[in-house]
């Protein structure tokens, strides 16, 4: 079993029972999806672009990558419908609790000009979504064999109904948020 499944279930599951009181334990908040996507809108342009951004996906979470494609045509963007334009990966189960447990520990302290993850970034209904500049953070990218530096996006999703709920999961996890005045 994973570390931070481990942790989660002896350590997570109590405190948070504790905080807020749940009566029945399938109340208690839990990571459900960690959808890790990178939106490359040069790709209209130039398709290795798009080749590139999906090796660097497939080797920071290990999976397969489904490439995304536009739902409406745009002209300024010399966009039509239907073109590939971003990838992205859906993590559920033991590889979702390997990529946070990754995230936490290795991605997030080797950030530039790290001050905490911002805590404005949920979305009203209990998930957390998290931008980072470079994949260069990630262990498994080799800063040499890349060819341009692209972000990434990370939605975690979780079973918590409120704002709260879900932060304080994802501070019991160790998510390093930042410091509110």
Do not use: W
């Amino acid at each position: 079993m994973n570390r931070v499944k481990e942790y989660y279930k002896s350590n997570v599951i109590p405190a948070l029972k504790k905080r807020f009181g749940y009566a029945n334990p399938h109340q208690i908040p839990k990571l459900e999806k960690i959808i890790v996507s990178m939106g490359v809108g040069a790709a209209t342009q130039n398709k290795a672009l798009l080749d590139n951004a999906v090796k660097d996906l497939e080797q920071v979470t290990g999976r397969k990558v489904i490439i995304t494609k536009a739902r409406k045509s745009i002209s300024n963007f010399k966009l039509r419908q239907g073109m590939p334009i971003g990838c992205k990966v859906t993590l559920r189960n033991e590889v979702m609790y390997e990529f946070i447990d990754r995230l936490i520990s290795i991605v997030i302290p080797r950030m530039r000009d790290f001050r905490g993850v911002p805590v404005n970034a949920f979305d009203g209904r209990g998930n957390y979504s998290l931008g980072i500049k470079e994949q260069t953070v990630f262990p498994e990218i080799e800063y040499d064999k890349i060819d341009m530096i692209r972000g990434l996006n990370i939605t975690i999703v979780t079973s918590a109904k409120t704002d709260e709920e879900c932060r304080e999961l994802l501070r019991e996890l160790g998510m390093p948020f930042q410091k509110t005045e």
